[in-house]
């Protein structure tokens, strides 16, 4: 199994909502990757867990609020959003616990905040 | 943060006809790898690159690590409708992994 799997694909939410983003790997991947991407834009890093802890945060709001469950989990969870933060979510994982490492990417969840 | 360039920004192509793109920087990195993007899906890795001067293909795709060690090069030949999508080259020095700022792709049957 060489897949990183997130759901939903597609998430509409209001402004008032909590919603979470969820995402699984069973490739054995010590570190676990939140991208957030606008249209024709590269990916943005928005956080890195290695070895299931909290590594790099890049001054993201605090409204998103990642979660690690265990080696193979990630999630996202969302409150209180701005319709500026639609764009696609897209998770990764790297064999290794640093950031310095090939990245093998989901498909992504598209997430519109209305 | 450290800048990756690619070019050109976007081309738009006959099918048939082979690609060139490049993805350049003014520092050194380590490794170079090249990823495809469909839109509203994630990107796939297509190649990696380990080492300067290396030549790697991958089917029709063939990319190289620039000797410099600052610039990677990405070749399609005979493209077809389903190369259409963004490319991205991405760098990684030290413990830090970049993306370049992409290359869209457009094939015209």
């Known amino acids: 199994d060489t897949e990183v799997t997130q759901t939903p694909k597609h998430l509409v939410m209001g402004m008032t909502n909590k919603k979470s983003l969820k995402c699984e790997q069973h490739?054995?991947?010590?570190?676990m990757y939140w991208y957030k991407q606008k249209a024709k834009k590269p990916p943005e890093l928005m956080f890195v867990?290695?070895?299931?802890?909290?590594?790099i945060n890049e001054s993201v709001p605090s409204r998103f609020s990642p979660e690690c469950p265990n080696s193979s989990l990630l999630n996202l969870h969302l409150h209180a959003l701005q319709p500026e933060d639609s764009a696609l979510y897209l998770c990764?994982?790297?064999?290794?616990?640093?950031?310095?490492?090939?990245?093998?990417f989901g498909a992504g969840s598209r997430l519109t905040v209305l | 943060g450290q800048q990756l360039n690619q070019s050109p920004q976007s081309m738009f192509i006959q099918e048939g006809e082979d690609v060139s793109m490049n993805c350049t920087s003014s520092?050194?990195?380590?490794?170079w790898l090249w990823y495809k993007q469909d839109p509203g899906e994630g990107p796939v890795l297509l190649i990696a690159l380990y080492k300067a001067g290396e030549l790697t293909s991958n089917g029709r795709l063939t990319a190289q690590f620039g000797i410099t060690r600052k610039d990677s090069f990405l070749n399609i030949s005979a493209s077809i409708p389903s190369d259409v999508g963004i490319y991205f080259c991405?760098?990684?020095?030290?413990?830090?992994?970049?993306f370049g700022t992409g290359t869209s792709l457009t094939v015209i049957p």
């Open positions: 490739m054995g991947h010590r570190a």
């Open positions: 991405a760098g990684i020095t030290g413990n830090q992994f970049y």
């Open positions: 990764a994982s790297s064999r290794e616990g640093s950031g310095a490492n090939v990245l093998t």
């Open positions: 520092s050194i990195f380590n490794t």
């Open positions: 867990y290695s070895y299931e802890k909290l590594s």
